[in-house]
């Protein structure tokens, strides 16, 4: 954290000197993102190459990210239904933004509860673009080198390094859920009896038990646009990208004037399933797999193969990082294909 000299506060990222990001994909990205302009992404203020280091200066949002408030039972009830709805709408007007409305197509990659920062007032902001891809506007899918969390890529991505638009929807489909009933999706969740929180919530969904997911420290104050929510977030975590809505329609269906028919979800697409679409066949990705502490919760774990240190540093400190061991593995003895 730091000050610029009209006193704003800025929040500095510094990355990896192992990223294999050069001086000019940096710095043509880097003038992309500061034209990013919206109430729910956190704003790139500017950029800094020093020697073999490159530093990103963000706006500072000084409230804690959305994990720490939805994963703690302390800080959970905090989180009335009426502000996770905002957070849901919020999320999604933002990756609308970045999707559809900024100067290029921007996807962000590694969505998750731990990427939304909250300000004063409880506005989500979209945060760490640190794996984002921006995309040539006569292009709609690329493969690619996976990158992110697990839990919350899309299947086609961490199976066939296939990446879209979709592979945000997915992410952002499991990120509601998470909001809506307080678990994380993981396997080692005692609620789900072996399963995830995809599999667990369609069910109940199905059976028309959906008020059984719905958080218990919230219930009281939850409304009937929660039952919209949950269909909202299963229909964006479907198997089939391809039947995933885009953001503008996600918006469209939270609003207060939803479109008259909304598709009935199909089963949640999870790793290892199968899909009824079949996807071009590609090489296998090239996969860099780091376990992260998300709250004491060593189920969860990060694939990143942008090698971005993601701790924040002051700008004026010493620019030396320690990153974290990770193990790597090529599936096939090949190079994989570059972003």
């Known amino acids: 954290m730091g000050k610029l000299n009209d006193g704003r506060e800025i929040a500095v990222k510094k990355l990896s000197r192992g990223s294999n990001q050069g001086k000019t994909q940096f710095v043509t990205e880097a003038k992309l993102l500061t034209r990013v302009q919206h109430r729910n992404v956190v704003n790139l203020f500017g950029y800094c190459i020093h020697g073999r280091e490159k530093l990103l200066v963000y706006e500072y949002v000084p409230r804690e990210s959305l994990d720490k408030f939805l994963f703690r039972s302390n800080k959970r009830e905090e989180l009335d239904w009426k502000r996770r709805l905002d957070i849901i709408n919020g999320v999604a007007r933002g990756l609308l933004y970045l999707h559809e409305d900024s100067h290029n197509c921007i996807i962000h990659r590694d969505i998750k509860a731990a990427n939304i920062l909250l300000d004063e007032k409880w506005v989500p902001k979209i945060a760490d673009f640190g794996l984002a891809r921006l995309f040539p506007e006569d292009e709609t899918h690329v493969n690619t080198r996976v990158a992110g969390t697990h839990g919350y890529m899309a299947p086609e991505y961490l199976m066939h390094g296939h990446l879209s638009v979709k592979a945000d929807v997915y992410s952002y489909g499991v990120l509601v859920l998470e909001l809506i009933t307080g678990h994380r999706n993981s396997s080692s969740d005692s609620a789900f009896n072996g399963d995830n929180l995809l599999n667990w919530a369609y069910r109940l ?77 590609t090489r296998t990705p090239f996969i860099t797999t780091t376990t992260t502490d998300d709250d004491n919760d060593s189920s969860a774990s990060h694939i990143d193969s942008s090698n971005f240190d993601t701790n924040t540093t002051n700008i004026t400190t010493s620019t030396n990082s320690t990153s974290s061991a990770s193990a790597q593995v090529d599936l096939r003895g090949k190079r994989p294909m570059l972003p």
């Open 205 to 281: 969904y199905k059976k028309g038990k959906w008020l059984e997911m719905v958080d218990p420290t919230m219930a009281s104050s939850v409304d009937e646009q929660v039952e919209t929510c949950i269909r909202v977030s299963l229909l964006c975590v479907q198997g089939d990208p391809q039947l995933r809505p885009t953001m503008g329609r996600v918006v469209l269906m939270l609003s207060k004037k939803p479109p008259s028919h909304m598709e009935e979800p199909t089963r949640p697409g999870v790793p290892g399933s199968r899909y009824r679409r079949i996807l071009p066949r």
